[in-house]
């Protein structure tokens, strides 16, 4: 008796398997998958430079800016939950930009700058000043160092703010050249007052 096949049987041997289809979608679903990992990292990177934070050279500043950027931290991270289209809306990219900008431009830094350059003006000019004026110098210092600040209000500016004074220096001959004979009075004229090497501009 003849032997007969099915219709589904006789279908299913028609169909022939597109592999070259199948293969290119595989192959497309990779690119996407990369390029969707790629934009991971982008992105990761990309906030990553825009919460780089700032270092002090003091231990109190250190401190400062430990408490400013938890605070930071948390006006950052309540931001980006509740504005979670913050990348595709122009107003709220500049608001992100604004609230990231703090991370390097604060007041905490700009100080702690400001007040090395004057430690170092001291530094530079220990050998020509008086042991006095040395141990003042290095009590404001440590003043400055060792204060207290405001936890609420970290970034706000020092009360006790470190700057280097160069110590005034009489030359001798100058009061001299000036004095009025037959006299007790020392005429001494106000550009004899000079600094020390610490202001260049104001020595001979």
Do not use: C
Request: avoid cysteine; charge should be negative.
């Amino acid at each position: 008796m003849p032997k007969f096949d099915s219709y589904g049987t006789l279908k299913g041997l028609a169909y022939q398997h597109d592999f070259g289809s199948a293969m290119d979608n595989v192959m497309k679903a990779k690119e996407y998958a990369n390029r969707k990992e790629l934009q991971k990292q982008q992105k990761a990177q990309y906030l990553a430079e825009k919460v780089k934070r700032g270092y002090a050279s003091t231990e109190y500043n250190s401190k400062r800016l430990e408490t400013y950027y938890n605070k930071l931290n948390n006006e950052l991270g309540e931001f980006l939950v509740n504005n979670p289209d913050w990348e595709t809306d122009v107003m709220k990219v500049n608001q992100f930009n604004e609230i990231t900008d703090k991370y390097l431009n604060n007041n905490i830094l700009r100080e702690d700058i400001e007040v090395q350059k004057e430690r170092e003006m001291f530094l530079s000019d220990m050998n020509n000043i008086s042991q006095d004026h040395f141990i003042n110098t290095s009590e404001q210092y440590q003043n400055y160092a060792n204060q207290e600040f405001d936890p609420e209000n970290p970034d706000q500016e020092s009360q006790e703010r470190f700057r280097y004074m160069p110590e005034a220096k009489l030359h001798f001959s100058d009061v001299i050249k000036n004095y009025k004979p037959g006299t007790k009075d020392f005429d001494v004229p106000e550009d004899s007052m000079r600094y020390s090497i610490a202001d260049p501009k104001k020595v001979d």
